[in-house]
């Protein structure tokens, strides 16, 4: 119905951004109680809110098509664009079928979230953080093997539910208009979403030089460590060794592969356990590091209904997520918080989450988001870039004084988490794009995991897998139907931020020194960027901050260039590749 008229659409997005944000509540509010409490009916009341909110948002999305070539605003159009890409999910119109996908994806979440197994010789169920604790602890092949396999038997049982899920989000997602829901997913970029693809490959050729050397490192220490009879010195790493149930991270072991003549000098987790750190503890320093940027603290109802801890007598999700229950100021997250570095730093992430929401609250609601997904995941761990020795010295966490020797260690230990994450933070997208658009078949979907694994990280499972496994049902994100390539560009964008951010405040220290700590200006460019949402193109956000217009891994480079220069030199005694 072409030349409609402005006033008309006007006042259907009006009615639209009221009905959605109703409904979204009601929606958060149920998936907050079954995530907090799983039992059968918060997973059927969740299932059912979330089919009530979806199945809204496809009818006022087939509505506002006849909009399609009308004479109207930019922002109304942007927003009748985002209306179509707001939810991570797209059921069939089918009320039957709508709520069995809804259930579906409650169902997996659960069934991770349960997820136990009993290690050989043992009488006691470990659920994944105990699980995690022996990956990183024991040097013992065989008990390592125990506790990556027995948690990978989760995915198996997740297998039929997710085949099905493909089917009908994929039928979900074509109802408005995408050829399949990884394409619906590729086009949340303001850009065509082959050109997103395109400039993953990009950012990824820029750091690829950077894991390959890594990786090599690696790869040497763990041979010293376990024997080339364990360790190929020229071919994948069983992923079992690196320290991480997904060997997304392999800063679990730094131990192992910390250069023998050199230490970090500090291990944060024992300063954390020794001072009697309490999980609301580690939320407080993370608050006060936003604080000292100029954000306000966060309300009293965030420290009254958040779970920092996991109950003794229920299943819960036990992955962190920061939450906005009301999108406004009902902030909350949802973690299970251990005393260690590790969730140091998440915790960081999170609320880096919570203070987005809270900054564009005052936007119009289908602008009520980040710039793009990857900003939204970037921002905190923007901020935990700043937790340097000498940060944490100045907040009294660290009393020794600072090693005086090189950054190295410190750099290592860095690339450990950020480096190894990219391939992965790559793969797991790469993986499901392709089995949303039917490039990979049911019956070839763990062997393509793998397939990818071992081209782009380097690693292979510890032992060939039956096809009949389903090893990507063992990451979280996969089960709770969560898009993974924002971590990816998260992982490049925090470091352009963090390094304009730097500069911003006239330091020149090295990226990897540099705090932003107690810095108005960088909280002022922080701000500002939060503010938007999304009511602009990503690349005005960008800007904002960086005064860049495209996503670039030369911070990434710059801050890790002297461990570049080192690894060079290290890998001369070493292979380079697999
Ligand atoms: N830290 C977790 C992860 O990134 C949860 C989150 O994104 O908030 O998966
Ligand atoms: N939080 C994300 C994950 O756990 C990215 O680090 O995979
Ligand atoms: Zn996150």
Not at 47 to 73: E, H, M, Y
Not at 183 to 212: G, H, I, N, Q, T
Not at 537 to 560: H, I, S
């Amino acid at each position: 119905m072409i030349g409609s008229s402005p006033t008309e659409v006007g006042r259907f997005l009006e009615e639209t951004e009221a009905r959605l944000l109703e409904l979204s509540i009601e929606a958060q509010q149920a998936d907050w109680v079954y995530s907090t409490y799983i039992n059968p009916d918060t997973e059927a009341l969740s299932a059912r809110t979330l089919a009530r909110l979806i199945g809204v948002t496809v009818d006022l999305a087939k509505r506002s098509t006849r909009w399609n070539d009308a004479p109207i605003t930019p922002v109304e159009a942007r927003k009748l664009r985002l209306l179509r890409l707001s939810l991570p999910l797209i059921a069939p119109s089918d009320p039957s079928e709508s709520t069995e996908l809804t259930r579906l994806v409650a169902t997996m979440e659960g069934k991770y979230a349960r997820g136990r197994h009993v290690l050989r010789g043992s009488a006691t169920e470990l659920d994944l953080q105990e699980l995690s604790h022996v990956l990183q602890e024991s040097r013992d092949p065989a008990r390592l093997t125990d506790a990556w396999t027995g948690w990978h038997s989760v995915g198996r049982s997740i297998r039929p539910d997710f085949e099905r899920y493909v089917e009908l989000a994929n039928r979900g997602a074509r109802e408005i208009g995408f050829p399949d829901m990884g394409a619906m997913w590729r086009s949340k970029y303001d850009m065509d979403p082959e050109a997103f693809s395109s400039e993953v490959e990009r950012l990824w050729r820029e750091v690829e030089p950077l894991y390959r050397s890594l990786h090599a490192y690696v790869r040497r220490r763990l041979v010293e460590t376990y024997g080339p009879d364990h360790v190929d010195p020229r071919g994948p790493i069983p992923a079992h060794f690196l320290g991480n149930m997904w060997a997304q991270s392999w800063e679990g072991i730094f131990p192992i592969l910390a250069p023998p003549e050199e230490s970090l000098g500090f291990d944060l987790t024992r300063i954390l356990v020794d001072r009697g750190t309490t999980p609301t503890d580690m939320v407080r320093y993370a608050e006060s590091f936003f604080v000292s940027l100029g954000l306000d603290p966060l309300p009293p109802t965030f420290w009254e209904r958040s779970m920092f801890v996991r109950p003794r007598d229920r299943d819960v999700v036990c992955h962190a997520s920061a939450w906005d229950l009301d999108f406004a100021d009902d902030l909350r997250i949802k973690m299970c918080i251990e005393i260690t570095d590790e969730d140091f730093r998440v915790v960081h992430h999170e609320l880096g989450h919570n203070y987005y929401q809270r900054a564009y609250a005052g936007q119009p609601y289908l602008f009520r988001d980040s710039a793009h997904d990857g900003f939204h995941e970037a921002v905190g761990d923007t901020i935990a870039l700043s937790v340097t020795p000498e940060y944490l010295r100045k907040i009294g966490l660290l009393s020794t004084a600072l090693p005086t020797g090189g950054d190295i260690p410190l750099l290592l230990y860095r690339a450990l988490e950020k480096i190894a994450f990219l391939p992965f933070g790559l793969v797991v997208d790469r993986w499901r794009w392709e089995v949303f658009s039917g490039g990979i078949t049911p019956a070839e979907y763990n062997d393509t995991w793998w397939a990818m694994r071992r081209t782009y990280q380097g690693i292979v499972p510890p032992a060939a897998r039956d096809p009949e496994e389903f090893d990507p049902g063992a990451k979280f994100h996969v089960p709770a139907n969560v898009p993974y390539m924002r971590y990816f560009l998260a992982a490049i964008l925090q470091f352009q931020f963090h390094r304009a951010l730097v500069r911003a405040m006239g330091s020149g220290e090295p990226l990897h020194r540099a705090s932003i700590y107690g810095s108005k200006e960088a909280g002022e460019k922080l701000r500002a960027m939060l503010e938007m949402g999304q009511s602009r193109e990503w690349p005005d956000a960008l800007e904002a901050v960086t005064g860049e217009r495209t996503m670039e891994a030369r911070g990434l480079l710059e801050y890790f260039a002297p461990l570049q220069r080192w690894l060079d030199s290290e890998n001369r005694k070493a292979p380079v590749g697999w």
